[in-house]
């Protein structure tokens, strides 16, 4: 999208200015906007749209679907996007290399899906070869931008997990054990995000005048829900999508779905008790996640007025339903007015996302997608924001000495349930491999 272009060059050149955000130092209101964190963001936003619609793009190859090519050439546009936020770090020319070594990857990745689908063994090999040395190559790349902070062999390691998550999912989808892949698919979300922290921390320490620690305790809360709301959206497509093919695997993306859905029941109860948790799943679940499905079911059936009562209920009833539920339980941090407004926004995007794709516009479905993902992190940088604003002492991150640090996390006191969750989020994040993966290069 034309608007995508233009943000991603302007917000590489924003996170360069000085000053634009203050670590949270214990004796300081902690902040989820601060440089480092923007940077962050802006790193988990485009990584982990690159793994969903990679996933989603190798299912659609193999499966045979029609949107197979659409959904390619969103995979390269993310690539693209990519460019400009390294170039605003490393230079144009750090920016280049970067976008040739990852569309490279993208094509390999595309060709594995086929040669599995098409039962080519010497094509499956080639891919496989192709893919090794992306990691090689970008491995390289991440060491020499780091001036040595990452070693190369440890970039390698974390690139080459990345890269397992992607297959093994594929590989488990394609043998039809689908409960496995759609593990295997959460398993690879959580860390492609550890990528954006780790990543972030990095150049943080190799530009401390510039960006401020990524890695405290609120940026990692940022972090968690933006996953947690971004990859509602990416299953929510899937979800649907099978639903209207009719495919095999429809229950076991609708399975994924309800454990991302306990996620945030599990966040909403650990702030404001069990009560609020069990009627936020009320909410999400019966005025949410059900009429998605009816939303599959009524284009599938080719039923337009069922489509376009679905739809409204979406993005009024819903958005009405949550953005209330929300502004109350911030006490107005979220104002009620803008959080319906973000929340349906949300919603029209996931309409018009599925509902482009059943009328065969694959073209603006994609573009729909990728507008639909980024406001999610529209969501979660208010909710964030407004939780750590009504919780600031959950969210204290003690001064660094002197550099930030590249690590996963901030410290935090762990002296009540919300910061336990902060942590074992954390936890889950590092087990997944995430505490090595780093960045680019100078141009």
Known sequence: MKWRKILAPVLGAALLIPGMGTTAFAD??????TTGVELRTALDSLLSEHYV??????????????????????????????????????????????????NKHNLGTDDY????????????????????????????????ATEGKLPEQAAQAALREHEDFVQDTFDLYAA????????????????????????S?????????????????????RSTVNRIAAEHFALAQLSMAKGFNGAEDFDFADWAQDQNTEEFRAAIASLYGEEAGTQFVQIWDNE????????????????????????????????????TFLSTATENRMPKDGTVAGITAHEQSVADTFNQYA??????????????????????????????????????TAAPEKMPKTGFGGTAEESNTM????????????????VTYRQSKQS
């Open 288 to 323: 949410h996640i059900s009429i998605q499905s009816e939303l599959a079911a009524a284009a599938a059936s080719k039923d337009q007025s069922a489509v376009d009562q679905a739809t409204t209920a979406l993005t009024g009833d819903f958005a009405e339903s949550l953005g």
């Open 359 to 396: 009328a065969g516009d694959y073209d603006a479905s994609y573009e729909s997608y990728r507008a639909g993902y980024a406001i999610m992190f529209d969501i979660g940088k208010g909710l964030s924001a407004a939780v750590v604003d009504q919780f600031p002492d959950n969210f204290q």
């Open 419 to 434: 910061m336990l969750w902060v942590v074992l989020s954390s936890l889950i994040l590092a087990i997944a491999g995430t």
């Open 113 to 144: 899906a086929m040669a599995v689908k098409d039962g080519n063994k010497d094509m499956e090999q080639q891919s496989l070869d192709q893919i090794q040395a992306f990691t090689e190559d970008m491995a390289a790349f991440l060491a020499t």
């Open 28 to 33: 300081e209101m902690p902040k989820t906007d």
């Open 53 to 102: 619609l990679a996933v989603d793009s190798m299912m659609k190859i193999y499966d045979g679907d029609p949107a197979a090519e659409a959904a390619s050439a969103a995979l390269e546009a993310n690539a693209k996007d990519m460019e400009p936020v390294i170039a605003s770090v490393y230079g144009e020319e750090g920016g280049a290399a970067f976008g040739d070594i990852f």
């Open 201 to 221: 921390g990095a150049i943080a320490a190799q530009f401390p005048d510039k960006f401020t620690d990524p890695n405290t305790a609120a940026g990692d809360f």
């Open 176 to 199: 039809g054990e689908y409960e496995a892949a759609y593990t295997s698919y959460l398993a690879g979300s959580k860390q492609i995000f550890g990528a954006g922290s780790a990543i």
